[in-house]
């Protein structure tokens, strides 16, 4: 049984697998997100919106590996960064099915910078975190200069964060539509994955 047990190089490699298709999900939604609100949703999104469903479901097989975890230290780590990997998995998905609630509607202009603010620098975060995995196949020592931008940016986007609720208290006086409330969640959401990319990257640092 030891055999079939994977090693860190083997492992790595299937969670950057799986970490490409998630940066793909979040460059689609980064896109959607970072539309100004006098833009009109086109056909073009519709068809990225069901290949991110596509890639969402896509994503479970990729989890097989995980019965091939070796019974150590090494495992351990693993599945606590593979447990964030899915938490990252299903905020995305409630993400799209925010977006589907929405019906197409613009997002109110109130906060729309920092809305796209937080969205990029998520899209940020995913990409750096695929390429620490990487540079930690390869034991690079430029991994920690990548776990320093990933805590960087995880900060920044806390601190945007409050900027974007004390926008929206401002411009609705305490009140908000429908509109602003789903802004609203959405942006909570991003600050998860945020979270959990963080996480994710601080226990690479130490695999």
Known sequence: MSDE???KSSILKRIGDILGV??????YLDKRL???CDEIIDEAWEGKRKEAFKHV????DKYAF???????????????MISHLLNIQHTYLRVLVMLDMLHGEAFNEI???SMSTISSKVHKMMIALKEMVNQKRENSDESHETLEVLIRLEREIDEDNIVICRQISVATGGDS?????????IVAELEHVSDYVKECAEILAEI
């Open 57 to 60: 479901r896509g994503l479970i």
């Open 111 to 113: 906060f729309m910078d």
């Open 22 to 27: 998630q940066e793909t999900i979040s460059e």
């Open 34 to 36: 970072c539309l100004n």
């Open 5 to 7: 047990y994977l090693d």
């Open 177 to 185: 539509d429908f509109i602003c409330y789903m802004m609203r969640k």
């Open 66 to 80: 995980s019965k091939q975890l070796p019974p150590s230290e090494l495992g351990i780590m693993a599945q606590s």
